[in-house]
Each structure stands twice: as structure tokens, then as C-alpha cells.
């Protein structure tokens, strides 16, 4: 997945606004915004400048920002606009030098030998006026030896009954204690007690979901939109289980289409959702007015699901899927072995998550920052091997903003290219190392998508593009999941030195 610095800005902005009649940075930037939608370069100057003289200093990360605004580009060949960017430069660079990098490490603790879900097979009813969910989900588990398994569920959730072959199992549902999964603010630790500790049980939870204060990323229970998954808990999640299948029977009110990450199709008063390929997330969205259209390439077929966009839009984002898909497919060789992907244009709060054959990401138009997140996206059909929840996502999602700079660099004009490279630079610039860095920590972003990508990048100019792309095929085709492996891979293929140099710029 990929998030987006303006949001992620604007939310700092606002979480600092000023007491009384004082502008806060967001009125300026707003300001400037409106200005240049007017056409009025002037007065968009005169609000840039004044953001840059009282808060310039303070949000000077926010250089990067300007530098990927589609729709500042207008202003960038008058000198106005290299001054105010060669001063914003100048206070993040002074910003950053007076500061130590802050370096969160975690080292990887891989439970190998965790109980794990296989499977679930679910009855979910959606109640939209009432805001809540009737679920009946019957999961594989192996407890693989252990006494119990760790779950998590929705914190408001009432569970009627826990199962397996009809008998009442020991469980405790902590609903007032803090959520073990960083992931999921809103949960509440389920810890299920083992029936047999051998084999595969099937176990049964019956349980009531009440949504009213559902306030997570990605998730929604609003009547023109719906949106249930991973991030909010509402089936019974286990951390350690990334790669189950799925059934889900999906019941709600009248006048609703439903969709979600798995082949959604109606049967009846019903909407089956099969996800026969692994997966750790089930998401499910549904709306009155959600809307659907579908393109084959290839023998693949892309989908884009929508509700608040427009249907030209759409049409633009399938042509930009199979552009983005060409272009990787020659340049990685190895075909992605999904023949379908779905898009879904969420009509909520901004980012994007990427999960296999599904892609969600928010926005109300299709615009630049919808094609990269569409070329960063599509990496992960390639860049999906490593495990996620540890350093080692680098490996996914480095290369997946490599792919994306690259497919900007041979699709877009030199001049858009150039300014994703510096933001990409700049905002490596002072990140902490990619080695052992904490995932959940913010300071892995950078770490991760743009020192990652950036390493990638100065490789190629090292080595060359032929060299470079050969040994990215073979990375895609041996489906390297860890850095170990890319490091002896990459002394396979360019030597010893070029094995150094990765790992000095992994480790620094
Ligand atoms: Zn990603």
C-alpha cells in the first residue's frame, strides 16, 4: 500500500491549527490553492510565501509535497516558483541537519510454529439503518500443539456462542482491553482455548457486531457506504494467518450491491463472495449506487468498482491498469500468475492497500496521483513475496515505488520524472536505516518505500538498464522473499562489490 503525503500533511496541519484569528499553515496552503484554481499566479505567490515565511520552517517536509503537486506544475518555470522552492529546500535541509534520525529498530521474530486459520466460511448479514452485523463464521484452525490462539474482533461485538462439534468452547474476550494488533485500533483481544491440540478443528463463532463507533481507515458504515475488513476486525482475525481461503454469504438491505476483495456474485437475495487464492484480509464494501466496469487484456480482466466517480474516469483508470500492466510484464518478464484485478475507487479519506487481486484506493477523480498509485499498485502483481509485517516488506514495497518511479519515468514528460526522483531523494535524505527498522514505526515509510526505491534506482545507473532489469527478472521469477536471499542473488549476478554496496545502503 501506499500513502499520501498531502493527507497524511493536512492532518498535521489541522491536529496544529492556532487558537483565535491567527491563519494556520493549512489556511495558507488552501489559500493558494484556491488562487491558483482562479488562474491567479499572483496572488497563489503571495499565499505560498506567506506559508513559507511563518510556517516554512516548521512543515519544511513539506518541500516533497510541492515538488509531486500535479497542479502547482503550471507555476513551476517562473522564478517565483524556484525561489520559493530553493528556500524550502534550504529550511528542511537545516531542519534535518540540527536533528538526529530517529531510528526505531525491531528485529524479526518469526513464530513459525503460531496456530493458524485456514479457512473461514461465513454468514454475514449487513444492517445498514441499524449499523450492525449478524455473523456466523466457521474457521479451520490449526493449533498446531499450542493451548489457545490469539484472535481479534470488532470491540463491540456480543459473542453468543464459540463451537466445534456442537459443544460450548472456553474463550475470553477482552472488549475494555487495548488491541494486540497495531493494526487494529478498534479490536479486542480473543483468546480461544484449543478443543485438540492435533489436527485441523472447525470452530463456529457466533457473534453480533454493533458499528456505531466505528472510526478506523478503510472501513465505513455509512448509508451510502459500506466498507468492512482487516483494519476493523469484524472476523475473527489472527496475525499470524496470512494466507487463508474464503467463503463469505453476504445478506444486507434492499437496494444495495455488494462487492469486495474475493469474485462477488448474487445468487438470490444473496451476494456469494468466493477468495479462493490466499489471503489475510476480507474486505467487503457496499453501496446503493455502486457501479462496475470491467476490460480484458491478455487473457486478464480488470475490474473497476465504484460509487461517487465518474464513468469516464473509469474507463481512464482500466486503460491505465493495462498500460501499467504491459509495460511491467516487459520489463520483469515473469507473468503475474493473477488473470484478474479488481479496482475500487473508495469515496472516503485518502491512501490506497493492495491485496492480491484487489487494489482499494480513495479519491474522487482520476488524476496523477491515481496513475502512480495505479503504477505502484500493479508492482505488487511482482513485488508480494517478502513478509509484510517486518523490515523485510521493503522488499515489496521499495520495489513496488521503483516500479512506479520507473513507469513515471518512461511514461511521463522528463520534467514530471525529474520531480519524483528529487521527492524521492529528499525524502530519503534523513530516514533511518531499511535494516531492523520497527514496520509499525512511522519512521518506516521512508525507510522502506523511498530508500528502497532509491537504492533500486541507483543501481540501474550503476550497472546498467540491461543488467539491472535481467536481475530484477530473476529476483521476480525465484520469488525472493528476503533480503539474505536478494543479497546472495545480487552476488550471483554483478559480484562481490555490488553485494557490498546493497548491503552498506540496506544498513545505513
Ligand atoms: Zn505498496
Not at 464513468?311 to 482500466?318: E, Q, V
Request: charged fraction near 25%; charge should be negative.
Amino acid at each position: 500500500m501506499r500513502h499520501y503525503r498531502r493527507f497524511l500533511l493536512l492532518l498535521a496541519m489541522l491536529s496544529a491549527a492556532t487558537f483565535g484569528m491567527a491563519q494556520t499553515a493549512n489556511d495558507y496552503w488552501i489559500a493558494a490553492d484556491k488562487a491558483l484554481a482562479a488562474g491567479d499566479a499572483d496572488s497563489t505567490f503571495y499565499y505560498l510565501n506567506l506559508f513559507r515565511e511563518k510556517f516554512g520552517r516548521q512543515y519544511a517536509y513539506a518541500y516533497t509535497t510541492f515538488l509531486t503537486e500535479e497542479d502547482y506544475r503550471t507555476l513551476h518555470y517562473d522564478a517565483r516558483w524556484t525561489a520559493f522552492m530553493d528556500s524550502m529546500r534550504t529550511y528542511k535541509h537545516e531542519t534535518e541537519d540540527k536533528r538526529e534520525i530517529s531510528y526505531p529498530k525491531k528485529a524479526v521474530v518469526e513464530d513459525t510454529n503460531a496456530p493458524i486459520v485456514k479457512r473461514y466460511d461465513i454468514q454475514l448479514n449487513i444492517d445498514v439503518e441499524k449499523k450492525t452485523l449478524t455473523v456466523t463464521a466457521t474457521a479451520q484452525i490449526d493449533f498446531r500443539d499450542r493451548e489457545s490462539i490469539d484472535l481479534t474482533l470488532w470491540k463491540n461485538s456480543t459473542i453468543n456462542h464459540v463451537r466445534y462439534k456442537k459443544k460450548e468452547l472456553t474463550y475470553s474476550f477482552g472488549t475494555k482491553a487495548k488491541s494486540t494488533n497495531t493494526y487494529i485500533q478498534q479490536g479486542a483481544p480473543l483468546r480461544l482455548t484449543a478443543p485438540q491440540k492435533k489436527g485441523i478443528c472447525s470452530i463456529t463463532f457466533d457473534y453480533t457486531c454493533n458499528l456505531d463507533s466505528l472510526d478506523t481507515w478503510m472501513s465505513s458504515m455509512e448509508k451510502d457506504w459500506v466498507q468492512l475488513g482487516y483494519y476493523m476486525a469484524w472476523f475473527p482475525v489472527n496475525s499470524d494467518s496470512r494466507d487463508f481461503t474464503a467463503n463469505v454469504s453476504v445478506s444486507i438491505n434492499d437496494g444495495y450491491t455488494v462487492s469486495g476483495s474475493g469474485i462477488v456474485e448474487r445468487m438470490g437475495d444473496k451476494w456469494e463472495m468466493s477468495q479462493p487464492w490466499g489471503g489475510f484480509d476480507l474486505q467487503i464494501v457496499a453501496s446503493p449506487s455502486l457501479k462496475s466496469k470491467k476490460m480484458s487484456s491478455d487473457g486478464r480482466t480488470f475490474e473497476v468498482v465504484y460509487t461517487d466517480f465518474a464513468d469516464a474516469d473509469a474507463d481512464s483508470a482500466l486503460v491505465a491498469c493495462s498500460e501499467v500492466l504491459q509495460f511491467y510484464t516487459c520489463l520483469f518478464k515473469t507473468n503475474p500468475s493473477n488473470d484478474y484485478m479488481k479496482f475500487l475507487v473508495v469515496p472516503s479519506r485518502g491512501g490506497g492497500i493492495s491485496r492480491k487481486n484487489f487494489i482499494a484506493y480513495a479519491t474522487k477523480r482520476f488524476n496523477e496521483d491515481f496513475k502512480t498509485a495505479i503504477g505502484h499498485e500493479m508492482g505488487h502483481l511482482w513485488w508480494n513475496k517478502a513478509p509484510i509485517f517486518s523490515w523485510e516488506d521493503w522488499l515489496n514495497e521499495g520495489f513496488a515505488e521503483f516500479s512506479m518511479l520507473w513507469y513515471i519515468k518512461c511514461h511521463f514528460d522528463k520534467h514530471v520524472f525529474e520531480c519524483y526522483l528529487e521527492a524521492c531523494r529528499e525524502n530519503a535524505r534523513h530516514a533511518c536505516p531499511i535494516y531492523e527498522v520497527d514496520r509499525d514505526a512511522p519512521e518506516a515509510y521512508d525507510a522502506l518505500y523511498n530508500k528502497g526505491a532509491l537504492l533500486l534506482y541507483d543501481l540501474e545507473q550503476k550497472v546498467g538498464e540491461q543488467r539491472f532489469f535481467e536481475f530484477m527478472q530473476g529476483v521476480a521469477e525465484r520469488e525472493i522473499t528476503s533480503t539474505t536471499l536478494l543479497l546472495d542473488y545480487a552476488e550471483e549476478v554483478f559480484g562481490k562489490e555490488i553485494r557490498k554496496l546493497i548491503e552498506n545502503r540496506i544498513k545505513s
